[in-house]
């Protein structure tokens, strides 16, 4: 089992439509959560940072936890087409060997003008 | 100027050769990381710095070395490429003392690395 675990897509929306893009993890003690989005051939750029349960909402963007399910998700309102990239995952654990950031292998959002 | 630079941009080269692959960093951030990023496989860790006395491997170290000159500069090294080693590299930074240690990642723009 991955440790970071999301769907390839691609994801296809049609404009305006909300994009919802899913997440689950493995490890129970993962203690922060970010959303990063990369454009084909580009660096990943940091969204969303979520570290309690629930949501948290950033203009257009909504990142929701749920611990217990081990679950994080990010809702995009409004999709655009310049929001068609690649949406990474990525969870940190604070265990020593853990001390950095472990990433799901990304979904792609597509969004239909 | 990028906060995070990383040197080459592109670089093709030959089985066998030696590679050193450069990151600076003006965000004066602490730690610093090195990943590769393979289709279908999304990034993975291949080694972290959280100070320039403090290097670790990351889950796929083999075939690859560090060197931490200064806190601004963390270099990957390639001692003998191999074909499967082609792969677009990220360096990223993180500051340890905000966030009470869950700091994000920042990236460079990526090293695409051929090995022919």
């Known amino acids: 089992q991955k440790e970071v675990e999301q769907n390839s897509g691609p994801l296809s929306v049609p404009e305006g439509a909300i994009a919802s893009l899913n997440c689950t993890y493995s490890?129970?003690?993962?203690?922060?959560f970010f959303w990063y989005r990369q454009y084909s051939g580009k660096s990943p750029e940091l969204i969303m940072s979520?570290?309690?349960?629930g949501d948290k909402e950033d203009g257009r963007f909504t990142a929701q936890l749920n611990k217990a399910s081990q679950y994080v998700s990010l809702l995009i309102r409004d999709s655009q087409p310049s929001d068609s990239a690649t949406y990474l995952c990525?969870?940190?654990?604070?265990?020593?060997?853990?001390?950095?950031?472990?990433f799901g292998s990304g979904t792609r959002l597509q969004v239909q003008p | 100027d990028a906060d995070v630079t990383q040197t080459p941009r592109n670089r093709i080269t030959k089985t066998g050769k030696r590679i050193m692959l450069e990151c600076s960093q003006t965000k004066g951030h602490d730690r610093m990381y090195w990943y590769r990023q393979d289709p279908g496989l999304g990034l993975r860790l291949i080694y972290y710095s959280f100070d320039v006395k403090d290097i670790n491997k990351g889950e796929i170290s083999d075939g690859y070395s560090v060197s931490r000159q200064a806190q601004a500069k963390f270099s990957l090294s390639l001692e003998s490429a191999i074909p499967n080693q082609t792969a677009l590299y990220f360096c990223?930074?993180?500051?340890?003392?905000?966030?009470?240690?869950?700091?994000?990642?920042?990236f460079g723009d990526g090293t695409r690395l051929s090995i022919l």
């Open positions: 979520i570290y309690s349960n």
């Open positions: 990223a930074t993180s500051d340890s003392s905000t966030g009470g240690g869950n700091q994000p990642q920042h």
């Open positions: 990525a969870v940190k654990n604070k265990d020593t060997g853990r001390r950095a950031l472990t």
């Open positions: 490890d129970r003690v993962s203690q922060s």
